[in-house]
């Protein structure tokens, strides 16, 4: 069985590393033919991840169509806000048998679509079972040094989530499946907001207590918001969004934190995102999940102020207050 990684993300590379490592055949889809040759040339993405070797069994390549008809599994691995053209991009070659697993932790802009909608937009004859996505507490650079790590995988047919778990499981990435692929997506990219938040806890010096409430009143807020969309409140209580939640929310490896950090420090939103080599996916999350949040009723607090941070110029240390100041209720 062959494999297909579209994407030279770092997380594209890393699972496509993962399934070589394995000693099954891997195509990973390159940009351009010069970004193939080099990183065959290379044997390793130098710009990604440089201490890394590409397995035998790994294969750069820049042509859609022998990079993708054969393939078994297609892992769409790219940011949110380019995720629909590489879909377009692949469409005409993906077989029909194919399973095609989203791996991306965002939401389109302006809709706040999940990437298995955009796929299903863009690959309107493929069978919907055959869409799978894939989220938890999943930082590359520990998994690509071979630290334990687990994941969860969400398809609607049972088939499609066994599939994607024996090609990317091994001893050290343990892959669960689910049902809830609504759930599964919302989580790996709600998520993103709460660690935003915590980054910018940790800049202020909030506090231990402080962190653990505003994490722990995110995660409840991005659960009503899941459940309003159909997902099960189970799936927040699991890897893909409690597990997430804590590793994004408390790594040093997390962009968003990292984010957040940097505006508690009093820098603009565009200075921060000049500097990054990667995209920061919970920016564009918190203007989608307000946008859903509003059509299905559902308060969240601490992502309206995420907003009013990221857009409006209200400053880091105005959200402590706002967040006490609000009437008492019961918690639940």
């Known amino acids: 069985m062959s494999s297909t990684v ?16 394995s000693g099954q055949p891997v195509r990973l889809l390159c940009r351009t033919s010069e970004e193939a040759e080099n990183l065959r040339t290379a044997g390793k993405h ?15 390549d820049a042509n859609v169509e022998c990079a993708v008809s054969s393939a078994r ?15 377009r991009r692949i469409a005409a070659h993906v077989p029909p048998d194919a399973v095609v697993l989203s791996v991306t932790k965002g939401l389109e802009l302006p809709a706040g679509l999940r990437m298995s909608e955009v796929m299903t937009q863009e690959l309107p004859n493929h069978p919907a079972g055959q869409f799978a996505v894939l989220s938890g507490p999943n930082l590359a ?6 630290k334990p790590a687990l994941t969860v995988v969400a398809a609607p047919n049972e088939s499609a989530s066994r599939l994607v778990q024996d090609t990317l499981m091994s001893p050290a990435f343990r ?4 049902d809830d692929v609504v759930g599964v997506e919302l989580c790996g990219s709600l998520k993103n907001i ?21 994490v722990t009143r995110g995660l409840s807020e991005i659960g009503r918001l899941g459940m309003a969309a159909g997902a099960q409140l ?12 804590m590793a994004t929310c408390n790594s040093p490896l997390s962009r968003n934190r990292r984010v957040g950090e940097e505006l508690a420090k009093g820098r603009t939103l565009d200075e921060i995102l000049a500097g990054m080599d990667a995209v920061a996916e919970g920016v564009n999350t918190t203007v989608a999940a307000l946008e859903m949040a509003e059509k299905l009723d559902v308060d969240m607090p601490i992502t309206r102020l995420m907003s009013q941070v990221l857009f409006e110029g209200l400053s880091a240390a105005e959200c402590i207050p706002a967040l006490m100041e609000r009437p008492p209720r019961p918690e639940w």
């Open 175 to 178: 892959v669960y499946t689910s």
């Open 46 to 60: 130098t710009r990604r991840l440089p201490g890394v070797a590409l397995p035998d069994k790994l294969v750069p």
């Open 73 to 87: 599994l297609v892992v769409i691995a790219v940011p949110s806000d380019r995720f629909r053209e590489n879909v």
């Open 141 to 146: 650079g520990e998994i690509i040094a071979g």
């Open 6 to 21: 579209v994407g030279t993300t770092t997380w594209g590379t890393t699972l496509a590393v993962l399934a070589a490592r």
């Open 234 to 245: 189970i799936t927040f209580a699991g890897l893909a969004g409690l597990g997430d939640v």
């Open 194 to 214: 709460i660690a935003l938040a915590a980054g910018m806890a940790d800049g202020l010096g909030a506090g231990d207590n402080a962190k653990a409430a505003l």
